[in-house]
């Protein structure tokens, strides 16, 4: 479902969904070389997300709420975060620049057969930009904490990934 003001400054967008996935190829409980087994998933939830803009501001929010389940046994997918939540400003200052900053959740996830936990994180990130003619420069930071962080586990005594740690990048467009 989606709405738009006749102004056009607000934005909503909601979507429930249920999804039976069939075949779903995945890693045996026993990991050997190259053991895999075909099994289904049960995935729903739904998810929100408004846009706002108010003369030189705006500002969106989004939450996601899910199940994902494997069919076969009911434990959770695994590395599925079955909660997140963002919330991103953007505010124009003059005619040229704008600044924008915002937040991330991601909810805990679980590595394969339920364990481990790996738990929830917050993360903030920060834009700055310039628009000149034709050209639009920015930079933009993720992580500005640099939170370190595990974001995925194989399962219990199995090999884990940290999330990605501040990054900070530059960019140049031209509008043709």
């Not at 600044?99 to 679980?110: E, K």
Request: aromatic fraction near 14%; hydrophobic fraction near 35%; charge should be negative.
């Amino acid at each position: 479902m989606k709405y738009v003001s006749p102004d056009q400054s607000l934005g909503v967008t909601a979507a429930y969904f249920d999804i039976k996935e069939e075949n779903r190829v995945e890693n045996t409980a026993n990991p050997i070389p190259g053991g895999v087994e075909q099994t289904g998933a049960v995935i729903n939830g739904w998810e929100l997300q408004v846009n706002k803009r108010w003369q030189r501001f705006e500002t969106q929010v989004s939450y996601t709420d899910l199940n994902a389940d494997n069919d076969a046994t009911g434990n959770r997918l695994p590395y599925v975060a079955e909660r997140q939540a963002s919330w991103w400003n953007q505010l124009y200052v003059g005619s040229n620049w704008r600044f924008g900053a915002g937040v991330r959740y991601v909810g805990d996830n679980v590595g394969r057969n339920g364990s481990p936990v790996v738990p929830s994180v917050t993360l903030y990130d920060a834009m700055i930009g310039y628009t000149w003619h034709n050209w639009d420069f920015s930079v933009d930071a993720k992580n500005l904490a640099d939170e370190e962080y595990v974001s995925w586990c194989r399962s219990e005594g199995r090999d884990c990934g940290y999330g990605e740690r501040r990054t900070v990048n530059a960019n140049a467009k031209y509008r043709f």
